[in-house]
């Protein structure tokens, strides 16, 4: 089977895949609903024609193994998630998971031995759209969840998915690039040197909530005004810097609000810088309130270090990019990933593909079989030139 029709078979069934929802009418799917057991059931029924050992482990990670014959052998990681935002496009996540079933078919039809096994993962939850933190599925599997984080989950036994130490020799993740650059640089790959940190913060604005028509302007502690003053602070602050969500009570369009809730996404490749900008953000909203005679409340939902990509992997991602493409683009991540908290265990290593518009988290994401083509032809590759250095 040649790297065309894997391509073309990729696409047909991210388009199956897609079609997998709990909402209708648009692509949702969080940890562990409905359409994540529909979705992991047609992966694992993929990764079984490809000829992997299938299961889930105890946080509904989908695994797909191909075991070496080599005892103690260490396992090399491959995939992304399978889980999605609300209203997602369809490549975001599962396409890695794909390209790593699609390339590991082609060693298999090769006959080709490898000094290590390989798994490939369909991580249960990385967008943390059902407990609003990420990386669920991934940091499981890291053994780096914190008591908090498990008081918010429902499922038992999480903890049994967590990895031994030394047991994996790598983890590599292929993912659309999220962003415009490979596009604007008429490229199809590039490989990621880092990824950005990130800190995930909710602010709350408490005032008193009053009648449109009778309390005078002067006179109100209007929590909405307070939360959109603090937005504009936010959009100044320098780094990369979001709030994505906000939710204002009562909610009535005859009511002064008098409670706001909102969310605030800061992320940097350099920590030092974004830790900055996260104080001052901080106070700038404690002075808003102070002068608008509100109260403030500042919660830290979830912080992520930057990640640095090992530079032996990345190396050898570039030499599998070079005869696939005129020239090899480095660039960094803004957007999280499951190997923000597999690095915690292993090294890590990605590459980006181009997508649209740089379009993503959206309906409309968008890629190319041919960029497709390529991508499990360097991640095939990538895998030999790694089974090579450890042969």
Not at 329 to 350: N, Q, R
Request: with cysteine; charged share 25%; hydrophobic share 45%.
């Amino acid at each position: 089977m040649g790297l065309q029709h894997l391509s073309r078979q990729l696409m047909h069934r991210c388009d199956e895949l897609g079609a997998i929802s709990d909402e209708a009418g648009r692509l949702t799917r969080s940890f562990h609903s409905p359409a994540m057991r529909r979705a992991n059931t047609l992966v694992g029924g993929w990764m079984c024609e490809a000829g992997l050992e299938v299961k889930e482990d105890a946080v509904f990670n989908l695994i797909g193994r191909w075991p070496c014959e080599r005892l103690r052998a260490k396992t090399l990681l491959l995939g992304s998630h399978l889980d999605t935002v609300r209203d997602a496009g369809k490549y975001d996540g599962p396409f890695g998971v794909l390209v790593a079933v699609a390339a590991v078919s082609a060693l298999r039809r090769e006959r080709v031995r490898l000094p290590f096994h390989i798994e490939v993962v369909g991580f249960s939850d990385e967008e943390g759209l059902r407990y609003q933190t990420p990386y669920l599925g991934s940091r499981a599997m890291a053994g780096t969840l914190e008591k908090k984080d498990l008081l918010r989950i429902e499922e038992k036994g999480i903890q049994r998915a967590k990895r031994k130490p030394g047991e994996l020799l790598a983890y590599a993740e292929v993912h659309i690039e999220q962003g415009p650059v490979l596009e604007a640089e008429d490229l199809a790959l590039g490989v990621v040197s880092g990824i950005a940190g990130q800190s995930r913060i909710r602010v709350e604005y408490i005032g008193t909530a009053g009648h449109a028509g009778t309390v005078p302007m002067a006179m109100r502690q209007d929590a909405l005004c307070a939360a959109a003053e603090f937005i504009l602070a936010v959009e100044s602050c320098g780094p990369t810097a979001t709030v994505g969500q906000i939710t204002a009570q009562p909610g009535a369009s005859n009511v002064i609000p008098g409670r706001v809730v909102l969310s605030l996404d800061v992320r940097h490749l350099a920590d030092a810088k974004r830790l900055r900008a996260v104080a001052a953000l901080r106070a700038s909203a404690s002075a808003i309130a102070t002068k608008r005679g509100v109260r403030t409340l500042w919660g830290v939902v979830q912080e992520s270090a930057s990640v640095a990509c090992d530079p032996t992997l990345t190396r050898m991602l570039k030499s599998a990019v070079r005869p696939h493409q005129a020239r090899v683009l480095m660039l960094p991540s803004g957007a999280g990933h499951d190997a923000v908290a597999m690095s915690a265990i292993c090294p890590v290593a990605m590459l980006f593909v181009r997508c649209k518009g740089g379009v993503s988290h959206h309906p409309d994401e968008s890629i190319k079989s041919a960029d497709v083509a390529k991508a499990i032809a360097v991640l095939r590759d990538f895998i030999l030139l790694l089974a090579r250095r450890h042969a």
